[in-house]
């Protein structure tokens, strides 16, 4: 069985595989995500190697193997529902929910889990919008489109947030960007590096291309 801190790096390597929909992520995004050294994240995917969770590419990065893919998802899936549960049920703000459900999804059983699941009414999402993994490990692919790639004119729906951060949170729930939500694109000045946007009937406000590149966004209705 596969530590909580193995689990850790499997979840955080799989949610950056989705995010990025490529072959390997970098070991440098790697040990920022998850907060430590280089040579940490190197030296710990060396040893994930050597048990056959994820193969290491020298100076490339890491690909997850079948049997760590598995793993990954199962603990997105538990990190998911847990997210959703402490939202839905016990009413604990979405900005607050991250770090609480890091800590209760490595104790959680499979039977409890599934008990959850059906408890919530088997969700698609959790409360930032991201898709939560079924049972058998499958899982929708998130847009590719953020809210810095709109131009002037497009509507716009409210996917998911990329960003966990709490600052991050909160300031998206103060402006109502929140998935779901319906977002006019106003104006999108490039070179200023600033969009312009209004959120359904909310005043029109603008944020930086850097926060808008955290929020995915759909068109449509």
Same mark, same amino acid.
């Given at each position: 069985?596969?530590?909580?801190?193995?689990?850790?790096?499997?979840?955080?390597?799989?949610?950056?595989?989705?995010?990025?929909?490529?072959?390997?992520?970098?070991?440098?995004?790697?040990?920022?995500?998850?907060?430590?050294?280089?040579?940490?994240?190197?030296?710990?995917?060396?040893?994930?190697?050597?048990?056959?969770?994820?193969?290491?590419?020298?100076?490339?990065?890491? $690909?997850?193997?079948?049997?760590?893919?598995?793993?990954?998802?199962?603990?997105?899936?538990?990190? &998911?529902?847990? @997210?959703?549960?402490?939202?839905?049920?016990?009413?604990?703000?979405?900005?607050?929910?991250?770090?609480?459900?890091?800590?209760?999804?490595?104790?959680?059983?499979?039977?409890?889990? @599934?008990?959850?699941?059906?408890?919530?009414?088997?969700?698609?999402?959790?409360?930032?919008?991201?898709?939560?993994?079924? /049972? /058998?490990? $499958?899982?929708?692919?998130? #847009? #590719?489109?953020?809210?810095?790639?709109? $131009?002037?004119?497009?509507?716009?729906?409210?996917? $998911?947030?990329?960003?966990?951060?709490?600052?991050?949170?909160?300031?998206? &729930?103060?402006?109502?960007?929140?998935?779901?939500?319906?977002? #006019?694109?106003?104006? #999108?000045?490039?070179?200023?590096?600033?969009?312009?946007?209004?959120? @359904?009937?909310?005043?029109?406000?603008?944020?930086?291309?850097?926060?808008?590149?955290?929020?995915?966004?759909?068109?449509?209705?």
């Amino acid at each position: 069985m596969p530590t909580p801190t193995v689990e850790n790096y499997l979840k955080q390597i799989l949610m950056v595989t989705l995010e990025e929909n490529g072959p390997k992520v970098a070991m440098g995004k790697v040990s920022t995500d998850l907060g430590v050294t280089p040579g940490t994240a190197t030296s710990m995917a060396k040893n994930m190697e050597r048990d056959g969770w994820l193969t290491y590419y020298p100076r490339q990065g890491v $690909s997850l193997t079948r049997k760590g893919r598995k793993v990954a998802m199962n603990m997105l899936r538990r990190h &998911r529902l847990l @997210e959703t549960f402490l939202v839905e049920t016990l009413g604990l703000d979405w900005s607050e929910i991250h770090e609480e459900a890091e800590e209760l999804e490595h104790a959680i059983s499979e039977k409890v889990l @599934e008990k959850l699941d059906e408890f919530l009414g088997r969700p698609r999402y959790d409360p930032h919008g991201h898709p939560i993994p079924t /049972r /058998r490990g $499958s899982i929708q692919r998130p #847009s #590719s489109q953020t809210l810095q790639n709109c $131009s002037a004119g497009m509507t716009v729906k409210v996917e $998911s947030i990329l960003d966990q951060e709490s600052d991050f949170l909160k300031f998206a &729930r103060d402006k109502e960007l929140l998935p779901g939500k319906m977002v #006019s694109i106003i104006g #999108s000045e490039k070179l200023a590096d600033v969009i312009t946007l209004k959120v @359904e009937e909310s005043e029109a406000f603008s944020m930086g291309f850097r926060s808008a590149e955290k929020i995915l966004v759909v068109t449509g209705n």
